[in-house]
């Protein structure tokens, strides 16, 4: 089973498309995934259709498991569109302050990981646009971290100063590896989007760039309105066939590191 966040301390950057999209190209694939919902405006429950605020979830498995009771992350997943989902609700707010004062607050949700019964071969996270308890413990669990970043100027501050708290992470899971950058929204006609290309591969190495960018498709928008992923809604949209070519890309930069 591979931990992977998806992750950065930028709004609207692509990560809840990109890990319910990816998840679901991977599905395509013949790979089973969980997803994750840690982020508190429950976009990617929604974007599965899950409107309904369901009980157990993820706030409920994080509490029980942060009180010294054994939970059962069984018991709150539920599957939609053949991908496993771990829902959030809008309490899972208050657990950013409920867990501070919790002892090893960092490995909660590792330890819940560690309680699932399937084998997934992937599980993916979907983490808040904020670095506080959810996603320290997302990185803490995780082998592996994928970040989604508009092609736009003000996003490369937040991958900056998102990777500078990675370090601190590292730390606690000395394990964890930087995937890569996903560019999303991308035209190529701009110059800026080719420039913030460059920018990062300067940065941070080309290998850290993935070759896969995922263009501006309003069936991706669409689809998550629809509470489905890309492949369910239009599977010949240009959002679906860039996701589709993200997992060849992903699955072959995991047996190559
Ligand atoms: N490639 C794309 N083409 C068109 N629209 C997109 C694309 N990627 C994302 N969007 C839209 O942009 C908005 C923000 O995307 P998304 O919710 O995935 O970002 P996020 O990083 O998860 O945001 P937040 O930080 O609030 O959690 C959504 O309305 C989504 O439908
Ligand atoms: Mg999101």
Do not use: W
């Not at 646009?129 to 413990?137: D, E, F, H, K």
């Not at 500078?164 to 590896?177: E, G």
């Amino acid at each position: 089973m591979i931990v992977v966040s998806v992750a950065i301390q930028k709004g609207g950057a692509g990560k809840t498309t990109t890990t319910l999209n990816l998840a679901a190209a991977l599905r395509e694939r013949g790979k089973k995934c969980l997803l994750i919902d840690l982020d508190p405006q429950a976009s990617l429950s929604q974007a599965l259709g899950v409107l309904d605020e369901p009980e157990p979830n993820i706030y409920h498995l994080l509490k029980q498991e942060a009180s010294g009771q054994a939970c059962n992350p069984g018991s709150a997943i539920l599957t939609r569109s053949g991908l496993d989902l771990l829902p959030a609700s809008l309490e899972l707010a208050s657990a950013e302050l409920e867990l501070v004062s919790v002892y090893g607050r960092e490995h909660i949700l590792s330890q819940i990981l560690q309680r699932l019964t399937v084998a997934y071969d992937f599980v993916l996270l979907d983490c808040p646009p904020s670095i506080g308890m959810l996603t320290v413990n997302a990185l803490v669990a995780s082998n592996f971290i994928l970040m989604p970043l508009n092609a736009e100027f003000l996003s490369l501050k937040g991958a900056n100063s998102f990777l500078r708290h990675l370090t601190l992470i590292q730390r606690l899971n000395s394990s964890i590896k930087v995937l890569g950058f996903v560019l999303t929204r991308y035209d190529a006609r701009k110059t800026m989007t080719r420039e913030v290309e460059n920018r990062l591969k300067q940065d941070y190495g080309v290998d850290k760039v993935f070759k896969i960018h995922i263009r501006n498709s309003i069936a991706l928008a669409k689809a998550q309105q629809a509470g489905v992923d890309v492949f369910s809604f239009d599977q010949k949209s240009n959002g679906a066939l860039d996701y589709l070519a993200l997992a060849t890309e992903f699955l072959s930069k995991m047996t190559g590191s």
